[in-house]
Every structure is written in C-alpha cells, then in structure tokens.
C-alpha cells in the first residue's frame, strides 16, 4: 500500500538547504520514491501557516520509505536539511488502502 511523506518546512538557512535539495532527486530516484509537491508558496485556505515549503513525497510501501529514510544516502545529505530548516515530517497512509 503506498505510503506518502508529508514535510511542512520553514528554512533558516537557505544556502544549506539549496545544498540539500541538489542532491535529493538523484537519492530519491535510488528508493522508488517519487516527488508529487515542491512547493513554496502553497495556498493556506484555512488556518494559519508561517512556513516557507510544502513537500508531499510517494513511496510503493512503508518499506520503501524506511528503505530510503534510513539510507547511508539520504542520511549523508539530510545532516544539512535538518540543520537548514525546522518543521514537521508526516508519514500518511491513503484512504483508499485501508
């Protein structure tokens, strides 16, 4: 059942995180994830938000996720997305799987 991250961000230091992202997509690309959302001017219809980035990521399972989370890759390059940035990472099943 394919699992989605959810990561609401706001960014501190953005010559860091730019560092970060350059070096995402070929990571990602090695774990069958895929990006759905980048984006950082989402549209808050209701409440408030103060962030600056929305990324909504989609992997095959919990599995997969884990695979690419937990990676000798991805953990080399997010030393400087957490140093770069603060915020909440949501690990959200679909509806349609339960």
Do not use: C, N
Request: proline share 4%.
């Amino acid at each position: 059942m394919a699992v989605y991250a959810l990561a609401q961000l706001s960014i501190h230091d953005r010559p860091r995180y730019d560092r970060y992202v350059s070096r995402f997509m070929d990571v990602l690309a090695g774990f069958d994830g895929k990006l759905l959302v980048a984006d950082e001017s989402p549209a808050v219809l209701e409440g408030e938000w103060s962030g600056d980035k929305v990324v909504l990521l989609e992997f095959p399972d919990r599995d997969a996720f884990t695979a690419w989370a937990t990676s000798p890759e991805y953990r080399a390059i997010s030393t400087d997305r957490v140093a770069a940035t603060t915020g909440s990472v949501l690990l959200l099943r679909s509806a349609f799987d339960r």
